[in-house]
């Protein structure tokens, strides 16, 4: 009640002050007053276009300073803290600005003068003037219906929408707009709307209209206006945004929703303006195909498969045309795209290029890790990862004696023997092969193309003939004549099977072998041949049971100056005696006793036994200077007979042989043979040699004359002694 009276008081005391006075308010506050506190005293004519200034408050005696005095900024009101006492001070100048930040002012200065009433002066003859006053209010302040205003609307602004009224005299009127839009009222209460408006941006306004006093005090409550924008179709539908392409697999099955084009429009929801419906652009049916690839539901905007299939990697844009207006003529519409790739998926197995390879033959001999044969196999699929194969044998390997290698990304694989082929254990495999793929398959399992047979025919292998030699050489003057042996080819193991020997390609026939001793001989005289020069000819040796048994070794001859001793079958024969089982003796050969140069130069002589191995087994023969040779028995026992052992001897690039005549006989208790050869000095000359035949010859006259005169006589010999043992002994 006390509130009430003192607002009344206030209201009343500027209309009682003189016009003539209208910078100063005056303002009178009671002493001591009990009520509540903040107390309202005035409301400042604050300007309220410029809110966001400071109001700035200052007094005398540093009031506002002590916080007694303070303005509302909000209401604009001038408000008292605490009560005040006449005694203390009974008028306080207050003046109050509103300044910016940077302290340039507004509003104001507005002296304000705030006097403190003697408690006792308040009378009741002040109530009256409340009664009077609230006597006042017109009951037609009512509220109106609300306005319909359409958007975009092109008028002269600002543009009539409305008139209110206060029955009350002296009325200022004051709008609100609730969200603040661009209204505006005047003096007489009519109403603008001073712009264009947009329903998209604000739909709906309330209005507030205030009927206020001069001091900006409402009479009563604030008369409400709706203000209702009517929609327009302004607004074209938007397409949603798809960031990436949208990935089908193949062979989805039609009717699968791909996308479902939800296109906005900001008109006025579930009126036409806002109502789309889809148009299916592209891609368009081909001509002659039944059906479409894709098919559209025009209200809701769903996109499917059609029955058209789509093959793996196309890409696809399609093109949706969204009207609204509900697709009528003047609707507005955009063009929405959705890009489309179709995905490939694993429905191809791998299959082999060919399932049935011809039969592949491999010796017996080949080799663990020899390629066999390479199968080729292809996928259907477009996917990298979808062609990745993966082979294996499913049957016919036995104990794993083939195996594959392959790369998983190749499409070939090679079949590889990994263990030794054996004709008796099994003389044909056949594989089965099968081509998997390494991703797991969808649809349809995989077809007969994916296993390939593979036959392989074991061929027997005998090896071949081994001889003694890999390759065999001589070295011969080219003045060696014809029947000359050269060497002998022979089997390395002397109890295998025999040999059947041929000469491949003596093209210039100076050559022919014994086809069963394997024993080379000089066919011709070496005419055309020239000392340094070589010659290769190839030997075959044929199994003589299985002629595909064989095996063919070169032998190379090195033609040598022509000698110019006598041939070589010419050399004396000079006959020596040596006993068995062996003895510490041997035989002297010369070299250069029958060469004719042998004045000429110190080069040493070289010889060797004849190529003849029964020669090389029995006899061995050592160098003794560089002029003889030593010959002993190679062997423990040697069979008691006339041995002739061919030396070759070489000297200055020349060749000759010597055949050594030598008669083995059995060792008497001496150890000798009956007839003491080995006390010979030397070499016997050729005088010598015709003296011992001459007088052998007339030993054996007078044995025949003896013979013929005493028939009787009869004598034993001894066979283990040399035949010319006695005449010798006789002669001597
Ligand atoms: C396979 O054959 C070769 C030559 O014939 C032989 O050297 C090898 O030892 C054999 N391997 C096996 C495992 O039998
Ligand atoms: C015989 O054949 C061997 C091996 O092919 C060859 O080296 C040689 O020169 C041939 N000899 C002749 C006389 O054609
Ligand atoms: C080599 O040895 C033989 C036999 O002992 C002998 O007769 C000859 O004089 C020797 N020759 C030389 C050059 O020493």
New binding site residues.
């Given amino acids: 009640m006390v509130l009430t009276w003192l607002w009344l008081l206030c209201l009343s005391v500027p209309q009682a002050l003189p016009e003539a006075q209208p910078a100063e308010l005056y303002v009178e506050v009671p002493e001591n007053y009990g009520g509540n506190f903040p107390l309202y005293l005035t409301k400042l004519q604050l300007p309220r276009e410029e809110a966001e200034g400071q109001i700035m408050l200052s007094g005398n005696s540093g009031v506002a300073a002590e916080g007694l005095f303070a303005v509302d900024p909000e209401s604009g009101f001038l408000l008292v803290t605490r009560a005040l006492d006449r005694e203390e001070q009974a008028n306080y100048r207050l003046q109050v600005t509103l300044e910016t930040e940077d302290g340039r002012v507004i509003w104001g200065p507005q002296p304000v003068l705030v006097h403190v009433k003697d408690e006792n002066d308040q009378s009741a003859g002040n109530q009256a003037w409340a009664s009077l006053e609230v006597g006042l209010i017109d009951s037609t302040w009512l509220s109106y219906p609300p306005v319909h205003l359409a958007e975009n609307l092109k008028v002269p602004y600002p543009h009539h929408i409305e008139q209110v009224h206060w029955s009350g005299g002296n009325v200022h009127y004051h709008l609100e707009s609730q969200p603040p839009g661009p209204f505006a009222v005047d003096a007489e209460g009519n109403l603008y709307v001073t712009r264009e408006l947009d329903r998209e941006a604000q739909a709906e306004y309330l209005l507030q209209v205030r009927a206020q006093n001069t001091r900006g005090e409402d009479y009563t409550e604030p008369l409400e206006l709706q203000v209702v924008v009517m929609d327009e179709n302004d607004n074209v539908p938007v397409c949603p945004s798809h960031e990436a392409s949208i990935n089908i697999p193949e062979l989805t099955p039609p009717g699968t929703e791909v996308t479902r084009l939800l296109a906005e429009d900001m008109d006025a929801p579930g009126s036409p303006n806002s109502h789309i419906v889809y148009r299916l652009l592209s891609p368009e049916p081909e001509e002659g195909t039944e059906g479409s690839a894709f098919e559209l539901d025009s209200t809701s905007g769903s996109v499917t498969l059609g029955p058209l299939p789509l093959h793996a990697g196309q890409n696809i844009l399609i093109q949706v045309l969204a009207i609204d207006l509900g697709g009528a003529e003047g609707g507005l519409s955009s063009t929405c795209e959705v890009a489309v790739t179709i995905t490939d998926i694993n429905d191809h197995a791998p299959e082999f290029i060919t399932s049935q390879i011809e039969p592949i033959s491999l010796p017996e001999d080949t080799e663990p890790g020899t390629l066999v044969a390479t199968l080729m196999a292809t996928d259907a699929d477009l996917e990298p990862a979808f062609r990745l194969m993966d082979f294996a044998i499913e049957a016919g390997n036995m104990d794993g004696t083939f195996g594959l290698d392959w790369e998983p990304d190749s499409g070939h694989v090679q079949l590889q023997l990994l263990r030794n082929l054996s004709y008796e254990a099994a003389p044909i495999h056949k594989l089965l092969v099968v081509v998997r793929s390494v991703a797991e398959l969808v649809g349809p399992g995989p077809g007969p193309g994916a296993t390939a047979t593979v036959t392989l025919l074991v061929e027997k292998v005998v090896p071949p003939p081994k001889l003694d030699q890999k390759s065999y050489e001589a070295s011969v003057p080219v003045s060696t004549p014809a029947g000359s042996l050269l060497l002998t080819i022979q089997p390395s193991d002397p109890i295998s099977s025999a040999l059947r020997f041929s000469l491949?390609?003596?093209?210039?026939g100076w050559l022919c072998i014994k086809e069963v001793s394997g024993e080379v001989h000089t066919a011709r005289s070496l005419q055309g041949a020239r000392p340094g020069d070589m010659?290769?000819?190839?030997v075959e040796a044929q199994d003589a049971d299985e002629p595909t048994r064989s095996t063919?070794v070169?032998l190379v001859i090195h033609f040598l100056k022509a000698s110019s001793a006598p041939a070589p079958t010419l050399t004396p024969v000079l006959t020596r005696h040596l006993c068995t089982p062996r003895q510490n003796h041997g035989v002297v050969v010369s070299g250069p006793t029958e060469d004719p140069d042998q004045t000429s130069g110190h080069s040493p002589y070289s010889f060797a036994l004849g190529p003849n191995p029964t020669v090389q087994r029995d006899w061995r023969l050592h160098a003794l200077n560089g002029s003889h040779a030593y010959l002993t028995l190679g062997l423990h026992w040697v069979e008691p007979r006339e041995h002739v052992i061919p030396v070759v001897v070489s000297h200055n690039g020349r060749m000759w042989q010597l055949l050594v005549r030598v008669i083995v006989c059995r060792c008497n208790v001496e150890r000798q043979c009956m007839r003491k050869v080995g006390r010979m000095k030397g070499m016997p000359t050729k005088l010598s040699a015709v003296g011992i035949l001459v007088g052998t010859l007339v030993a054996i006259g007078i044995f025949l004359i003896l013979i013929f005169t005493h028939l009787t006589l009869a004598r034993k010999k001894d066979l283990d002694q040399p035949v010319d043992s006695v005449p010798l002994k006789a002669a001597v």
Avoid at 504 to 508: F, I, K, W
Avoid at 535 to 538: A, D, G, R
């Fill in positions: 491949v390609n003596d093209s210039e010659y290769t000819v190839l063919s070169t």
